[in-house]
């Protein structure tokens, strides 16, 4: 066996892990689903015991396959914003980890706006008020787990996204860490300075102690000996900051769309970051060593392939994912019918939390196979709405859109995707990119490839081309808007 990077792929419904070669292949993979808890409405819950030990699991499976001697590295990416509260003696978490899906503080980021300290924010933070970010889940730990607060102000407790949770148990203690590209996502984060902001922690009320050190995304992290001898952590990114990196969307003006749970869209803007005028947030993409980050422009669709999960698991119309590309085939349009699948919600560029989920268009010929393509069509009508707005602010038509994750595999909704946005859409021959982003930033950060050996690493798989005219795509897009402005 050669020698190999293993990325841990922590993400909101399941957890993963793959090694790759020095050729950027995959030659181990394991995964494992991760059951979400919804105790009330809009509330989203993972238990952080099982969060763990499934993702030990399968890197435990993946290093026994590949050999522990002949792991160089391993690099780290995650469901951002999702927010863990932990015990720093016993590293037990007190609360279930609160998921980025979770709306609990709808209210709380009302009144923040109406406060009128919204524009600070997002001038700090680049970020939008909105209950999606880490820093009022925190918030409301610290207010309702009973002694939390004073636990935290004491040091006895440790707050960080799922990477800082990871890497702890990892290091048995030893870090409490977070990397550039996650820190961002929590809204305490000032992404010009690059320091946790002392106003906004004072807004939020608090502690300095529960926080991360904040480091590079790529480089040396700490060791980890859980699976036998010892491994080098040497990689951490979020896992759309990641897909973006793993996309060699490394220069200004290329975008890439990751559809998973939700939908999520990077624009790569170069070493300084940008405002938006169009709501979308302005984030760390990641940094290497000691050189300048790199920041993007991003929009978040809430709910994408979770859509088809409710297909599937609450409304009986799928036995799997998989089966709704010919389903949706089956008919050769909707007849009218649209899914705004606002189940948690909207993101950009509405970001509207109290939105909710709303099916109109229906008649009495309406059946299955409609509501099905609606479904996969909401999800390209979403990323639509996303990209206008980010061409909006950069000014510049996209000449493509690079696509990964599990959904880019269903040719209907590329081929639907192309022909809505007008954009060739490209699809690599590896999808994982999530995933091989943070062992790309994990073998940069060890030595294990250089910049210039990744370069020839990323090839096509298929690119999906408009074919659609542009009356027919103005006419579905407008029904879309319409069906919205009804969720809304």
Same mark, same amino acid.
């Given at each position: 066996m050669s020698r190999v990077i293993v990325a841990l792929d922590q993400g909101t419904t399941s957890s993963r892990a793959f090694a790759f070669d020095e050729d950027g292949r995959i030659v181990a993979s394991s995964q494992t689903e991760l059951p979400q808890s919804y105790p009330h409405p809009a509330w989203v819950e993972h238990d952080p015991e099982r969060l763990w030990a499934d993702q030990m699991g399968v890197a435990a499976d993946v290093v026994a396959r590949v050999g522990a001697e002949n792991v160089e590295a391993i690099g780290i990416t995650n469901q951002r914003e999702t927010t863990l509260l932990w015990d720093r003696t016993t590293g037990e978490a007190i609360y279930p980890a609160i998921v980025w899906q979770d709306r609990r503080t709808a209210a709380l980021c009302d009144r923040l706006r109406l406060d009128g300290v919204d524009e600070m924010i997002a001038r700090r933070t680049g970020l939008v008020v909105d209950s999606y970010f880490s820093a009022t889940k925190l918030a409301w730990l610290l207010a309702h787990v009973p002694g939390a607060r004073a636990r935290a102000q004491r040091g006895e407790l440790a707050f960080g996204t799922v990477d800082s949770f990871l890497v702890w148990k990892l290091t048995a203690g030893a870090r409490h860490v977070t990397d550039v590209s996650n820190a961002s996502r929590t809204m305490m984060f000032n992404i010009h300075s690059r320091k946790w902001d002392e106003e906004l922690l004072r807004l939020f009320d608090i502690p300095r102690e529960v926080l991360p050190e904040v480091i590079p995304s790529s480089g040396f992290v700490g060791e980890t000996t859980a699976f036998g001898g010892?491994?080098?952590?040497?990689?951490?990114?979020?896992?759309?900051?990641?897909?973006?990196?793993?996309?060699?969307?490394?220069?200004?003006?290329?975008?890439?769309?990751?559809?998973?749970?939700?939908?999520?869209?990077?624009?790569?803007? @170069?070493?300084?970051?940008?405002?938006?005028?169009?709501?979308?947030? /302005?984030?760390?993409?990641?940094?290497?060593?000691? *050189?300048?980050?790199?920041?993007?422009?991003?929009?978040?669709?809430?709910?994408?392939? #979770? #859509?088809?999960?409710?297909?599937?698991?609450?409304?009986?119309?799928?036995?799997?994912?998989?089966?709704?590309?010919?389903? #949706?085939? /089956?008919? /050769?349009?909707?007849?009218?019918?649209?899914?705004?699948?606002?189940?948690?919600?909207?993101?950009?560029?509405?970001?509207?939390?109290?939105?909710? @989920?709303?099916?109109?268009?229906?008649?009495?010929? /309406?059946?299955?196979?409609?509501?099905?393509?609606?479904?996969?069509?909401?999800?390209?009508?979403?990323?639509?709405?996303?990209?206008?707005?980010?061409?909006?602010?950069?000014?510049?038509?996209?000449? *493509?859109?690079?696509?990964? @994750?599990? #959904?880019?595999?269903?040719?209907?909704?590329?081929?639907?995707?192309?022909?809505?946005?007008?954009?060739?859409?490209v699809r690599p021959k590896i999808t994982e990119t999530t995933a091989l982003g943070a062992a790309y930033l994990a073998g940069l950060g060890c030595g294990f490839w250089t910049s210039q050996q990744l370069e020839g690493q990323w090839e096509v798989d298929r690119r999906f081309e408009p074919q659609m005219s542009t009356s027919e795509r103005e006419t579905l897009y407008d029904g879309w808007k319409m069906a919205v402005n009804r969720s809304l």
């Open positions: 010892s491994i080098p952590i040497c990689g951490i990114a979020g896992d759309q900051q990641a897909a973006l990196f793993g996309q060699r969307c490394i220069s200004k003006g290329m975008a890439k769309s990751t559809y998973g749970t939700g939908c999520f869209l990077l624009m790569n803007v @170069g070493e300084k970051a940008q405002g938006s005028n169009n709501q979308l947030l /302005s984030t760390v993409a990641w940094q290497l060593g000691v *050189e300048k980050p790199e920041y993007a422009l991003e929009g978040s669709v809430f709910v994408a392939g #979770a #859509a088809v999960q409710w297909l599937r698991d609450e409304m009986g119309l799928l036995t799997s994912a998989q089966e709704s590309e010919a389903i #949706a085939n /089956s008919v /050769s349009s909707t007849e009218g019918v649209y899914l705004v699948p606002a189940f948690t919600g909207l993101g950009a560029p509405y970001w509207n939390p109290h939105a909710r @989920g709303m099916l109109v268009g229906l008649t009495r010929g /309406s059946g299955r196979a409609h509501v099905v393509r609606a479904t996969l069509e909401s999800i390209a009508y979403q990323c639509r709405d996303v990209l206008e707005a980010m061409t909006g602010d950069c000014e510049t038509p996209l000449k *493509e859109v690079r696509v990964d @994750g599990g #959904a880019a595999s269903n040719d209907f909704l590329m081929q639907f995707q192309a022909d809505i946005l007008g954009t060739t859409v």
